[in-house]
Antibody, heavy 116, light 110 residues
Framework: EVQLVESGGGLVQPGGSLRLSCAAS????????LGWVRQAPGKGLEWVAN????????YYVDSVKGRFSISRDNAKNSLYLQMNSLRAEDTAVYYC?????????WGQGTLVTVSS | QSALTQPPSASGSPGQSVTISCTGT?????????VSWYQQYPGKAPKLMIY???KRPSGVPDRFSGSKSGNTASLTVSGLQAEDEADYYC??????????FGTGTKVTVL
C-alpha cells in the first residue's frame, strides 16, 4: 500500500523556520515526482512546490520562492520542505503528494501555524 | 498564478446529475490536457477522482466523469449519492512547471 506520512508541523513565530518531512513507503520512491500542497484553514488548496525524481529540478509557487526549499533523500524514501522567513499567511495544513500533474495518494497532512 | 474559477456550491437530489465547472485561461486549462479533480471530505485529505481531463483512477466509480471545452473543464457526477456530498477542487498545469488549483465547490445532496 502506498503511504505518505508527514511530520514536523507546529507553532512558529513570524520570521521563524520549520522543516517538514514526509516518509514514503509502498512504491519506488526514486522514480516519482513529489511535491507539497497546502490548505489554509477554511480555504482552498494551493500547490506549493515539486521536485523531480532525481532531485535535479525544483519548482515553487511565486509566494514561497526564496523562502522555501524542497529536497529529497532517495536513500531514505523521504521528502522535505525547509520553510524560512515564515509569515502568517503560510499558516496551513501541508500535504505531501506523489505525482507530477495529478496526486495519488496524499498524506494526512501536518499543520503549520505561524503566530506570535 | 491566479486560482481557477469554480462555483462556490452545487446541489442535486439523489439519483440526479450535477456538473461543476472549472474556468481558467489558455495558459492553463485551455493549453494543456493536465486537468485533475479532487474530492475532499471535511478534515480529510483530498482524493484524486479524475486526471488528464477524463481518466479515472482505479476504484473511482464511473459515475464520475470529466471533460474540457476551451478554457473550461467540467466534472459531472451522475446518479448522485449521499456519499458524494463533499468539496471538489480542480487543478491544472499552468506552464513553466507550475500548477494551479480551483477555488473549490461544495456539493450538497438534497
Amino acid at each position: 500500500e502506498v503511504q505518505l506520512v508527514e511530520s514536523g508541523g507546529g507553532l512558529v513565530q513570524p520570521g521563524g523556520s520549520l522543516r517538514l518531512s514526509c516518509a514514503a513507503s509502498g512504491f519506488t520512491f526514486s522514480s516519482y515526482w513529489l511535491g507539497w500542497v497546502r490548505q489554509a484553514p477554511g480555504k482552498g488548496l494551493e500547490w506549493v512546490a515539486n521536485i523531480k525524481p532525481d532531485g535535479s529540478e525544483k519548482y515553487y509557487v511565486d509566494s514561497v520562492k526564496g523562502r522555501f526549499s524542497i529536497s529529497r533523500d532517495n536513500a531514505k524514501n523521504s521528502l522535505y520542505l525547509q520553510m524560512n522567513s515564515l509569515r502568517a499567511e503560510d499558516t496551513a495544513v501541508y500535504y505531501c503528494v506523489k505525482g507530477w500533474s495529478n496526486y495519488l495518494p496524499w498524506g494526512q497532512g501536518t499543520l503549520v501555524t505561524v503566530s506570535s | 498564478q491566479s486560482a481557477l474559477t469554480q462555483p462556490p456550491s452545487a446541489s442535486g437530489s439523489p439519483g440526479q446529475s450535477v456538473t461543476i465547472s472549472c474556468t481558467g485561461t489558455s495558459s492553463d486549462v485551455g493549453g494543456y490536457n493536465y486537468v485533475s479533480w479532487y474530492q475532499q471530505y471535511p478534515g480529510k485529505a483530498p482524493k484524486l477522482m479524475i486526471y488528464e481531463v477524463s481518466k479515472r483512477p482505479s476504484g473511482v466509480p464511473d459515475r464520475f466523469s470529466g471533460s474540457k471545452s476551451g478554457n473550461t473543464a467540467s466534472l459531472t457526477v451522475s446518479g448522485l449519492q449521499a456519499e458524494d456530498e463533499a468539496d471538489y477542487y480542480c487543478s491544472s498545469y499552468a506552464a513553466s512547471n507550475n500548477f494551479v488549483f480551483g477555488t473549490g465547490t461544495k456539493v450538497t445532496v438534497l
